[in-house]
């Protein structure tokens, strides 16, 4: 969706996003108490410092470049890790490593699976995770990744896509029942074609957007929707 669609589309998003014409339960629920939550949460300070704290030491180019995120992606990404509460995360693409401390705040007993071809060039990224690096496994196969984070079953699944990978990846994880968080869409045009083939792959469940970052649902208990919606 270019700026002009976005900026017709704003009142519409804007007053779905209060759950107004949302008739699932599970979906008005998700969008009133996580996608909306307005109540602060103890890791926001952190965050909000860790976000500042790479804005101060890079420009705005290298931001960009960087793909630092911005505070209320990185709170949404925090909550929605808090509502499903996994204990094993996967992150395909490092970004800055902002967005790994940030799901890692919700449980110290989490693990982290991630996948970065290029870590070793992403020093930034290796900084912010320092901290954490003992609850993470570091991969430079996105498919071995994939494979070690879906072996064990049982388990709550919870994925966070940074970067393209291959739509085969993408459907993997929607066939385990795993919620996907996908971001960059509006700035990456791969992106964004990856999240319509998983729209279109998706039989049953519910996706949460609005056209910068997403959310996957393939719950199978769920009848098949899509809500565009407002994100502060």
């Known amino acids: 969706m270019n700026a002009w669609k976005r900026y017709l589309t704003a009142w519409s998003r804007h007053h779905r996003s209060g759950g107004f014409g949302i008739h699932s339960p599970f979906a008005y629920r998700f969008v009133r108490e996580v996608w909306r939550q307005r109540l602060p949460y103890y ?7 860790l976000i500042h704290t790479v804005s101060q030491a890079t420009t705005r180019r290298q931001r960009r470049d960087l793909d630092l995120i911005g505070e209320p992606e990185a709170r ?20 800055t490593g902002v967005e790994s401390v940030a799901m890692l ?3 110290s007993h989490s693990r982290l699976f991630l996948y970065e071809s290029q870590l070793e060039h992403k020093p930034l990224a290796v900084r ?12 430079d196969d996105v498919r071995v990744a994939t494979d070690d984070y879906l072996a064990p079953d049982g388990q709550n699944l919870l994925a966070l896509i940074n970067a393209p990978v291959d739509v085969g990846v993408l459907y993997r994880l929607l066939d385990a029942h795993c919620v996907v968080v996908m971001r ?30 997403a959310l ?13 919606l407002w994100l502060n």
Request: one cysteine or more.
């Open 216 to 228: 996957f649902l393939p719950n199978p208990k769920l009848q098949r929707e899509n809500f565009l």
């Open 76 to 95: 949404l990404l925090f909550r929605v890790t808090n509502f499903f509460n996994p204990s094993r995360i996967l992150q395909l693409g490092a970004a």
């Open 184 to 213: 960059n869409l509006l700035r990456d045009s791969a992106m964004r074609a990856l999240f319509d083939a998983g729209c279109d792959y998706m039989p049953m469940g519910q996706t949460f957007t609005n056209d910068k970052i």
């Open 105 to 107: 705040a919700v449980n």
């Open 128 to 139: 912010v995770l320092q901290s954490q690096l003992d609850r993470v496994e570091c991969y």
């Open 43 to 49: 890791a926001y300070g952190g965050i909000a410092q």
